[in-house]
């Protein structure tokens, strides 16, 4: 795996001479080089010379290779590399659309003063008609302090913005949620609440991302408890919840259930903790949270609070150690650590069958072409490789369901069904090593998961409004 893994593929601008067969032997050497040409488009056809720009599928390929390879041919002039990644960045990746054009005098009224007026104190008069005459009721904010982006740390909050743009993205393409990115210059926590609590109006939830622990807890906790719209640290809730259905179904897949495995989870930040508390709450007894001082156990003491609770529930045996002393014998591994954090040879020591969850992003704990060998289910949070746990199964659907139904929260009760939800999109007869869990365009699992959510905030008493399906026939 290349060192940026998403570039597979770049864009060599090429001003050619127009000599018979040039073209040809440009296609030859970069064929010899190891590239595979994927497609050719003219920019500009000149009578001396011609411009083309040609993508090429580097194939594992470092791009220098197949740059150096026809930079010295004579006739040709290597304009620009450029790698579609960026590309596909430039400007951003959203904009906001008018739902109606302002053509006359009569829509600007309307949409504007005077018109506004009465909309603007209709809902002075009544606040909640917010939901139904402003973009409150389909709009959630995406908000991040740039602390924990990704794997690759605290980046700050400019540098998070593609992540946040490209969630806002899923929101609306998988789920039709329109979803703003707000990365705030901040990484106080009573700053980053006040923040929130005072752009809450326009929204009907808040999406939490990318925020380092343990002070997400306390922000998400805050939040829960100081706003009445739903509140949900995806990195935490949406992970564990994506963790939990792929978990369900690959347990069918090696025939053990949740109360016998044993579970090795590593990295107890923000997904970690959750992971924990779903595994805990999904029936699994035996497990061992380990981060980078080692396995958390009761015998020690700890200034994280979550950390204190979590070693109180688990590790029976009171192990202590490293990732390698106590991952002897495991069922399950589980990472949300960082990269390269689980090596082969401790790998090879786990249980028959293991399953290994290497859930870290963009690079997963261990080389998923390493470990594939040895391992019965293996997966990663990766779009390229069989397998993907991923937030972004969730939070799509998950919100979905909480606005349509104007849930005040979001519970555990609404965790667990789209759990269960999700891993009951692939049903028995299509499990297999290599497909535990729907992938992201399979277009049942936002429906499933919004279903399964408005149903139990029902159940649990949080949802403000019943949507049509949902109302009893007399
Ligand atoms: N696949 C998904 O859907 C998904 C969702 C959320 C997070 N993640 C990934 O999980 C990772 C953690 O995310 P987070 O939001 O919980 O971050 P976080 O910063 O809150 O937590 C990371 C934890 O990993 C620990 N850690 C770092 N190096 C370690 C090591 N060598 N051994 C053991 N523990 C170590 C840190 O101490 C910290 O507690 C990131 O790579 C992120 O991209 C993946
Ligand atoms: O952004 C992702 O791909 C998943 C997750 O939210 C992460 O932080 O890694
Ligand atoms: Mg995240």
């Known amino acids: 795996m290349s060192d940026l893994a998403s570039n597979t593929s770049i864009i060599l601008r090429l001003e050619l001479a127009k000599t018979p067969g040039s073209f040809a032997e440009i296609a030859g050497a970069i064929g010899q080089a190891g590239g595979d040409i994927i497609a050719v488009d003219m920019i500009h056809a000149g009578k001396q010379s011609t411009t083309r720009d040609i993508t090429v599928n580097l194939m594992g390929v470092p791009a220098s290779e197949i740059t150096d390879a026809i930079r010295h041919m ?3 002039t290597l304009v620009n590399v450029s790698d579609p990644t960026f590309l596909a960045h430039l400007g951003g990746k959203i904009e906001t659309q008018p739902k109606m054009p302002i053509k006359t005098r009569e829509d600007l009224s309307k949409v504007y003063t005077p018109g506004v007026a009465k909309v603007c104190m209709a809902i002075h008069e009544n606040p909640a008609s917010a939901f139904s005459l402003t973009i409150k009721r389909n709009t959630v904010a995406v908000v991040s302090d740039g602390t924990a982006v990704l794997g690759l740390g605290d980046i700050g909050p400019e540098a998070a913005m593609p992540v946040m743009e490209g969630k806002a993205m899923l929101f609306k393409q998988l789920a039709g949620v329109d979803a703003f990115p707000l990365c705030l210059a901040s990484k106080d926590t009573e700053e980053i609440i006040r923040t929130v609590k005072l752009l809450s109006p326009a929204f009907g939830g808040i999406n939490l991302e990318d925020i380092s622990s343990p002070r997400c807890f306390e922000i998400e906790e805050r939040l829960k408890q100081e706003l009445n719209i739903p509140v949900f640290h995806d990195d935490q809730h949406g992970t564990a919840v994506v963790l ?7 347990l069918k897949i090696v025939g053990k259930t949740t109360s016998d495995i044993r579970v090795v989870v590593t990295g107890i930040g923000a997904a970690g903790v959750s992971i924990v ?14 981060d980078r001082e080692g396995a958390l156990c009761r015998t020690r003491t700890y200034s994280n609070p979550m950390w204190s609770w979590i070693a109180e529930r688990t590790n029976q045996g009171l192990k202590e150690g490293l990732l390698s002393d106590v991952i002897q014998g495991a069922d399950v591994f589980i990472g949300v650590s960082r990269k390269g954090v689980l090596k082969l040879e401790d790998m090879k020591r786990m249980a028959s069958d293991p399953i290994v969850f290497a859930m870290a992003n963009p690079e997963p704990e261990i080389e998923p072409e390493l470990a594939e060998p040895h391992v019965r289910v293996l997966a990663t949070g990766r779009s390229d490789y069989p397998n993907q746990i991923n937030n972004v199964l969730c939070f799509p659907g998950m919100f979905r369901g909480a606005l349509d139904c104007r849930a ?11 759990a269960w939800a999700i891993a009951s999109v692939v049903s028995d007869n299509e499990l297999t090593d290599q497909y535990i869990i729907p992938s992201i365009f399979n277009d049942k699992v ?22 049509p399906e949902f109302r009893q026939v007399n």
């Open 277 to 290: 508390k779903m595994l805990l709450a999904a029936g699994v007894k035996h497990l061992i949270a380990v």
């Open 74 to 76: 004579p006739g040709v």
């Open 244 to 250: 939990l259905a792929g978990l369900l179904n690959a």
């Open 446 to 467: 936002v429906p499933a998961v919004r279903l399964a959510v408005i149903q139990a905030a029902i159940d649990t008493n949080v949802a403000r409004r019943i949507p």
């Open 408 to 418: 005040t929260t979001i519970n555990e009760e609404m965790k667990l069904r789209a």
